[in-house]
């Protein structure tokens, strides 16, 4: 292995001595290059004036040639130097240079560049001055220049240096000027940032010459590896104008590092926020992910940005805040134990596995009928109506429970619910009344019938105004009319005694091309809708309606069925929201009408305060309930149903509480989109009930149907006054299950494949390892039996888990210490159950002979003093000589003979 890992370390070591080499290399080519070129160019002999009038001097062949150079490509490299030996452009040098400032060049083509600048810098000796002028007219050199071309600047950042580096330009001039070039580019770019890449590419590919700064990688390399190449051979600026170069970009660099912390500061923010809104919401609204996910990939692209530069000009990479992990364990849910089927361990959604899979458990239509059974209904259906009415619902919910703080802060809890002309602590508004005209405060009202919007006075408090304020967008952007009735009845709460029941009308005149025998087909399945009594014969109608009654006409016909269904059959919603569910995937419009007749319904029984129809108002919730447990009818408009419900919470309006909390309660407070709101409506119904006198039938109701959502609260109110509910993870029910089920139903010489599956537990982790301990050490929990099987286990896992096994021996010695200090006859069975544990500790050799004698020298002398027995064993407590006994009859047989034999008999 260490030959291995060596071999690896000198494979490591060679790789980096090539790369190495090879920058030593291309240094060393490159400062013999630039030597070459600047000698050549610093020390040339122009020729004499007789030269330039051999050559041609024509308009059209200059004008020609100068037009060549503004569409400079590599691929003209021997026509213009062939056309530029024969030419001669003595007035054409300042036109020449122009278009070498202008034209529009790539990387590739600077090379090419370069040489005509090298032909003219070589033959006309006011090249350079009129090169440095054509660069002034072209780069941004002033605050406030715009930068309209960043491609053709890159190639500039590339061209400019290269003819300084060759001597093509005059030192200190040139070298101002490209200073004053990067000053103006750095300074001016410190907000989007889109001037970084050609700044990046610079420091690239100019690093070392022009600031004297080997990339990080290689400068580690060349302190790692010294090597014999001068690298001061290749400076051709001296050391201030290095440093100078180098501070401009390192303060630019430091502005960027300051962007980029802010940047994933905002980032951070957006994440708190968003586990804010899954928090209190349950989801995020999609323009707030959409929001996020652009954030995250601008700030991945500035931060590969900055790495970067970073290397380029050896800087450290800043500390960003990592992203926060949430603890999976801390979820807004408590986890509550049950024992049923797969989902044991898991939050009670539902009672049992028949219930669960009644409710989500379908047949799949889509899967089984053919598609032109269906097509038809999926046509003009808009997919995104439910989601912008979940998001309305949540919006004014939300707004509500915000309403109810802002009261409770004002008023307190004392608030008087009795009186209606009063905002109670969770109203939005107080209700409107007509005598009310008089304040100064706008509301908004859509009526029924219209939908147009009209406005209404109201006398108003200064909470109430500024819940106004708040709920007005909600009610203009609301896109379903019935939600916009919904929303009414939060917003007004008046009464509506001249309107008629909500009802489902269809027009049998409509249908003029239909069959009697269709007819009689249709007449049938609705009077078999009433028969239905289990899930089965649901499926079955639900099918038989798809195969043979898919018509838009019959589909009004179906939903005004199930609207309609008699109020004392309670029994058949879970069945009609079954049949809905059923169709939903193939026929949405079912579902959609049907749930805006109930919320239509709900609306009018709400606002009508009749003292009459509870039956009626008992099945509407029921009904939306059921739907709700389906997914048909959504979350939000539940619990903004029971938030209207609490709103006025008095007479019938508690049953329907009771009957919504009983039907889905239950299902909405487990479901983690809904439990923060379900939570917090749950508080506000005891909070309602305490202000209120109810008789002793209405308390009762509360109670249960509180207690029937199960919270960890109320289920330890059924269980017993102050009893907790323990919380426990998967791993800790799996090793609760090991060592109290499948332990005691082993038997004890035979635990051979439950040692190994315990050794098989991650106790590497400190959870696991402290509740293995805390049941290794617990012998009293379970069968007597067992505890020889309990102390094979631990001898097995002696041999790998020392830590473990001196811990469990310290621990049971402690606790029999600890209840001989006690003497509480209610232990009495887990001392003896520990006691045995000691002993068989020892038969399976954990524990050597003189731990059972100091055992036994402490069970038969503690508490006595001078022969005086005190209260912690009086003379009438016999326990401790069963305990002696139980110990001796456990290990005894293994000291029958030799030193032990003696030290016991003493």
């Known amino acids: 292995m260490a030959n291995i890992q060596t071999a690896l370390v000198s494979t490591d070591d060679a790789e980096e001595r090539k790369k190495m080499d090879e920058y030593e290399e291309s240094l060393k080519s490159l400062a013999e290059t630039r030597a070459r070129q600047r000698k050549l160019n610093l020390s040339v002999q122009y020729p004499e004036e007789d030269f330039y009038s051999t050559l041609d001097s024509k308009l059209k062949s200059c004008t020609g040639y100068i037009k060549k150079l503004k569409i400079l490509t590599e691929s003209q490299r021997d026509i213009l130097d062939k056309d530029f030996q024969g030419l001669n452009l003595t007035r054409y040098v300042s036109e020449a240079t122009q278009a070498l400032a202008e034209a529009k060049l790539k990387l590739s083509d600077v090379p090419i560049a370069l040489e005509v600048c090298t032909l003219f810098h070589r033959r006309y000796p006011d090249f350079a001055s009129a090169m440095m002028e054509s660069w002034r007219k072209v780069l941004p050199l002033h605050k406030g220049d715009i930068v309209s071309n960043p491609s053709k600047l890159r190639v500039d950042l590339r061209l400019l240096p290269e003819q300084i580096a060759m001597g093509l330009l005059p030192t200190k001039p040139s070298v101002q000027l490209l200073c004053s070039l990067l000053q103006v580019l750095l300074e001016s770019d410190k907000e989007d940032r889109a001037l970084m890449p050609l700044l990046t590419g610079f420091a690239k590919a100019y690093g070392f010459e022009f600031m004297g700064i080997h990339p990080k990688k290689l400068r580690m390399l060349v302190n790692e590896y010294p090597g014999t190449f001068d690298f001061s051979s290749v400076n051709l600026f001296s050391a201030d104008f290095q440093n100078s170069m180098r501070n401009i970009f390192v303060k630019y660099y430091a502005g960027v590092t300051k962007q980029l912390e802010s940047e994933n500061q905002r980032l951070r923010d957006l994440e ?81 596995e028949d219930e669960r899979d009644f409710y989500e458990i379908l047949p799949d239509l889509k899967a089984t009928m053919p598609s032109m059974a269906y097509k038809d209904s ?62 100064d405060q706008t509301l908004i009202k859509r009526t029924a019938e219209s939908g147009h919007v009209t406005r209404v006075t109201t006398a108003a408090t200064p909470v109430k105004k500024s819940i106004t304020q708040q709920k007005r967008p909600y009610i203009k952007n609301s896109k379903s009319k019935g939600l916009a009735d919904l929303l009414d009845t939060v917003w007004e709460g008046d009464e509506c005694d001249g309107e008629d029941e909500p009802a489902v009308l269809v027009d049998d005149e409509q249908d003029t091309s239909t069959s009697a025998l269709l007819r009689q087909i249709l007449d049938t399945f609705i009077l078999g809708l009433s028969k239905v009594t289990s899930k089965e014969g649901a499926d079955k109608m639900a099918i038989d309606f798809c195969t043979n009654l898919n018509r838009r006409h019959y589909r009004k016909k179906l939903v005004q069925a199930l609207y309609n269904v008699p109020r004392t059959r309670a029994d058949l919603l879970p069945l009609y929201s079954r049949i809905v569910a059923v169709l939903n995937p193939v026929m949405p419009d079912v579902g959609g009408d049907l749930c805006e007749a109930l919320r239509r319904q709900f609306r009018w029984l709400v606002r009508r305060q009749d003292p009459l129809r509870l039956e009626s108002k008992i099945r509407n919730v029921r009904f939306m309930a059921e739907l709700t447990k389906f997914g048909i009818f959504s979350k939000a408009e539940c619990l903004l149903c029971l938030k209207i419900l609490l709103n006025n919470f008095k007479h019938h309006a508690v049953e329907m509480v009771c009957c919504l909390l009983e039907s889905g309660g239950r299902f909405l407070y487990w479901s983690p989109d809904s439990h923060s709101r379900m ?38 109110s059924r269980t017993g006054q102050n009893m907790t509910i323990k919380i426990r993870t998967p791993m800790q029910m799996f090793i609760r299950k090991i060592f109290l089920d499948d332990l005691n139903r082993t038997d004890p010489s035979d635990v051979t494949c439950l040692t190994s599956l315990i050794r098989r537990l991650p106790w590497d982790d400190p959870e696991v390892f402290e509740y293995g301990l805390k049941y290794l050490s617990s012998a009293w929990r379970i069968n007597y039996a067992s505890i020889s099987a309990l102390a094979n286990v631990l001898a097995g896992l002696a041999n ?56 036994l020298f402490s069970l038969i002398l503690f508490g006595w003093i001078a022969d005086v027995p005190t209260m912690l064993d009086p003379p009438s407590h016999l326990l401790r000589i069963r305990l002696v006994c139980a110990l001796l009859n456990t290990c005894g047989e293994y000291f029958s003979h030799g030193t032990a034999r003696r030290r016991l008999d003493r």
């Open 679 to 716: 939570k917090i409506l749950l508080e506000e119904l005891l909070r309602r009930k305490s202000l209120r006198l109810f008789d002793a039938r209405m308390d009762s109701m509360i109670e249960n149907a509180y207690f029937s959502c199960s919270t960890p609260e109320t289920a330890a």
């Open 272 to 352: 708190k926020a968003h586990r804010r809104l899954l928090d209190s919401r349950g989801d995020v609204p999609q323009e707030k992910v959409d929001k996020y996910e652009i954030h995250v990939a601008a700030f991945n692209k500035l931060k590969t940005a900055v790495l970067s530069l970073a290397d380029y000009l050896d800087q450290e990479m800043p500390e960003l805040a990592p992203k926060e992990e949430v603890d999976d364990n801390k979820t807004t849910i408590e986890l509550l134990t049950v024992e049923f089927g797969d989902r044991a361990g898991l939050a009670p959604i539902w009672n049992d």
């Open 800 to 855: 790998y888990q020392d830590d473990l096994a001196v811990r469990v021996v310290d621990n049971v010695l402690d606790d029999i210490r600890v209840q001989l200090e006690l003497n509480n006859s209610k232990f009495n069975q887990r001392r003896l159950a520990m006691v045995r544990y000691l002993g068989e500790m020892y038969n399976y050799r954990i524990v050597d002979s003189s731990v059972i004698f100091n055992t």
């Open 378 to 439: 999926l046509k003009d259906v808009e997919t995104s109506a439910t989601a912008s009415i979940s998001e309305d619902a949540l919006s004014i919910l939300d707004a509500a429970i915000e309403a109810d703080s802002a009261q409770l802060l004002l008023a307190g809890t004392a608030t008087n619910l009795d009186e209606p002309s009063e905002p109670s602590s969770a109203n939005l508004v107080s209700p409107s009344r007509p005598e009310e005209t008089a304040s």
